[in-house]
């Protein structure tokens, strides 16, 4: 008995000699034919050696009393219906479980190994099982059971001495073989086909065996090249693996139908947690599905109704729990996960929409503040100029009067603009204005500033945008300022064409760091006297109005910005 235990252990460890010892026992069986004893025995330690060799079951596993008596009743079946029929089936189950093992090899010795077995265990039904099964007078031409007896040992021995791979000391434990289940059916419809169809040509067309086998290996051979070409063709039509593929993705359920809910849902129902809730409730249209529940972080919700079988579905955010009519199979769970997922990634996906729709409401808040604060700066530069003069320690002149009286309405009317702005941020608050007005404000509030203007000669139809160019002018000659402050006497030159399609700002002193143009209206910039976003949004506001607000030269001794025109303005 120890003996027996160490060798069937030996065994149990080797795959590769294990399906050797299957092989030579079913070779032995084949031998002694049908009627002797010796054959039964052979039989019954192939089936043994089966058992050990199979990929399903681990054998370490230790059979319980009902798994034993189902083996002694479909042992006891064998040997009461031992034979040729029956030695056909079993080879043919054999034949197909070794060539479904082949599909995830790739060393090829060890490929050429299984594909040598796989010969074996055809030939053996070729020429020895299924002409045992047919009528003696449909035989003709040569018999080759003795050479088929005597000579296929020698892949035995082929088998024996082929080198094995590094992966190979864990490919051949038990149960770690892989075999493509798919595969295995399809070889042995395979050869269903080729036995059955050779006995239909013997019977239809009353010719010899070898004649019907090699009709019916043509015919297969035809017909699977046309689905070859049929499953993958080359003209432009997809072929039927992509149709197939798609079945199998489906089996036969109306996932499709929830998918398509699920997209329509997504692009009605803007909140994640309704969106969710609805999505997870059309799963009972689904045949299996009775009920769930799901949770959310704090959130949770239920629909239809508990079941006798739940199957959990965790993952993050969504964990999901279904409450089914039958048990699920392994291909069902992928599939609901799969769904579980899918409306996980939706969900996720809501709830970015709803964060970025808060931080563009956020962003739009933040800009028109912005917005406001430099208006209101403007205006209470405007206002420390009229102090001045007004506090300079001077007897008011004419001159001086005339101009207070012109520029406190102005300012007066830019502060109700800036209070419109702040109760209706998408407007701007101001239409166009004559050319000739604006240049002439501008010059009066600059009155008394260092400021070059060179006059034009307007057209009689020129006309501007007055808030946008009050904002503009108003940082960049603040800048100018700013500048003359640190770089001591600059010339500051301010020019608008005829037509008051571009307003320039240029000045005499250092050039602008590389990096700082670059960043410059693109957003918030370094700045030692400000926040640093005065020309980016002056920059915004003019694309807001059909113009563009850019550095037109970056030089010593020359620095200009150009404000022009993009899209003509219609005159109210």
Known sequence: MRLLARLADALRRRQRGLLIALLIAMHVALF???????????????VGLFILWQPFTYAERRVDPGALAVIALVLGAGLAWYGWWLLNVWVTIVAALVGGRVMFIDHRPTRIFYLLAFAYLLTALLLLLIPRVVPPAALSGPQLDREFLWGMPILFAIMAVLPRSSKDDRSDRPGDGMIDLFYSLFIFLLIAVLFLGSLAFMLLRQTHYFVALLDTLLAMAVLLLLIGWTWNTRPGFTGIGVIFSRYLLTIGLPF??????????????????????????????????DGGNWRVGTRHGSFGENSRFRQDFPGEPLHLVLHTRYRLSPALVWHFRLLAQLASEYYVAKLHARELQQVGYLRAVHETGARLTHDVKNLLQSLNNLCYLVQGGHPLDNQRIEMLQRQLPQISHRLQQTLAKLQRPESDGSGPVAAVAWWASLRQRYLDAPFVFREPTFDADAWVPSSLFDSVTDNLLQNAASKMGHEGALQVVIS???????????????????????????????SDNGLGIGLYHASQQAQANGYQLRLTCNRPGQVCFELSRRIPIARD
């Open 32 to 46: 002694a034919g049908t009627e002797t004893p010796v054959g039964r025995l052979c039989w019954l330690v192939n």
């Open 496 to 526: 608008l064409t005829p037509d008051a399609s571009t307003l320039s700002v240029c000045d005499n002193g250092r050039p602008l760091s590389d990096e700082l143009a670059r960043n410059l209206f693109q957003g918030p910039v370094a």
């Open 256 to 289: 499709e139908q929830w998918l398509h809910g699920l997209t329509t849902l997504a692009t009605q129902e803007s909140d994640p947690e309704k969106f969710l809730s609805q999505s997870l409730q059309e799963m009972l249209t689904l045949p299996w599905i």
